[in-house]
Structure formats: structure tokens, C-alpha cells
């Protein structure tokens, strides 16, 4: 075989040292740049301690003591004692609610003062409540806010009763206030470790699942 012209091999060294280059070239310009990178996503706003200052902040003076050094605590402490305080909230009101419906004595908290006090709070939260659900009408509200009825009196209507229940249960719940609150810090570590923690487990496992 004829070797090749060494003019002829110098062309071919420089037409493929010259399409190299351009093929580099053009896969430098067409290469789209690299993503910027991500920004750091926020951490999500945990509102418990917030909560646990709006909270606290309603309380009187004298009952701060049971909550405030929560604040340094961590925010499964402070959460589930937010449970906590709920369920010896929700727990009470309706037990009452219950012995009062099924049973045959109510004590007497209506005022006669005329000063707004707990079962008048109660009435009024409830009484909208019950109302709202079709268990009660205006009537039988207004019956129990103004004081025409009490515990004392016989209770014609069904209706008038069931507010009657639910205000006195209320007024009752929230003169346990001291109690609750002591209750629901004592509870709060022993909650967090043995019921909160593993259930948030347990739901961000099966959320990653799903």
C-alpha cells in the first residue's frame, strides 16, 4: 500500500485537531449551566411555645408559677402539656355533663349579683353552641342567661336543662383551673416520653410510607 503524501497526512492531523476544537466549543455553549443551589429550607415554625405564652399570659399572676419554667423546657414537653391541659379541660366538663343528665342533683351556681361570672360564661359559650347543633332553641338559652330557671327549680323543658348542665359543668371545670394545671406539669414528662414521642414517631414513619 502507497504511503500517503506527508502534506496529505499534515492536512488530516489539522482538519481533525480543528473539528475536535469545534466540537468542544459548541458542546461548551449548548451545555446549560448548573442549577444554583438550593437555598436551605426554613425550618417550619413551631407554634407551641408561642401558644404556651398566649396561654400563660391569660393566666392570673399566681397561677404562672405552674407554667412559666416550661419555657425553658424542650417543645415536646411543652406540647404535650398543651394536650394535657386540654384533656383535663374536655375530660371533666363532660363527665359532669353526663352525672348531671343521668343523675337527679345540679348544685346551684347561678349569680344573682348581676356580675358575669363562670356559669354565665358558660351559658353563653354553650348555650350558642347547643343552639348551633339543633339541641336547643333561642328560648331555652335566654332562659338560663337571664336567670329565670336554677338548679333548685324544676326544669320543664329538656332543652333549658341541657344548658343548665352544660354552664354549671363549665363554671365547675374552670374553678379546677389550680388543679388541672399542677395535674398537667406533674404529667407532662412522664406524657412526652411514654405517649407523645411515640406516637409522632409512629405517625412520621407511616406519613414516609405513604
Known sequence: MAS?????????????????????????????????????SRPIPNDSRSRL???????????????TPLFGAPVTHITSFLILHEITAILPLFGLVGAFHYGTWMPNLVSQTGETNAFDEGAARFGRWLKK????????????????ITAEKPVDRAGVRLVLEFATAYAITKALLPVRLAASVWATPWFARSVFTPTANLARRLFRRG
Not at 500517503?4 to 449548548?30: E, F, G, K, V
Not at 339543633?134 to 329565670?148: F, I, L
Open 4 to 40: 500517503r503524501p506527508p502534506n496529505l497526512l499534515r492536512y488530516l492531523r489539522l482538519q481533525t485537531a480543528r473539528n475536535t476544537r469545534s466540537h468542544a466549543s459548541r458542546r461548551t455553549i449548548s451545555t446549560p449551566s448548573p442549577p444554583p443551589p438550593l437555598k436551605a
Open 53 to 67: 405564652r398566649q396561654f400563660n399570659d391569660r393566666l392570673p399572676r399566681f397561677l404562672r408559677t405552674y407554667t
Open 133 to 148: 347543633k339543633g339541641w336547643v332553641d333561642e328560648a331555652d338559652v335566654n332562659t338560663v342567661a337571664e336567670h329565670e
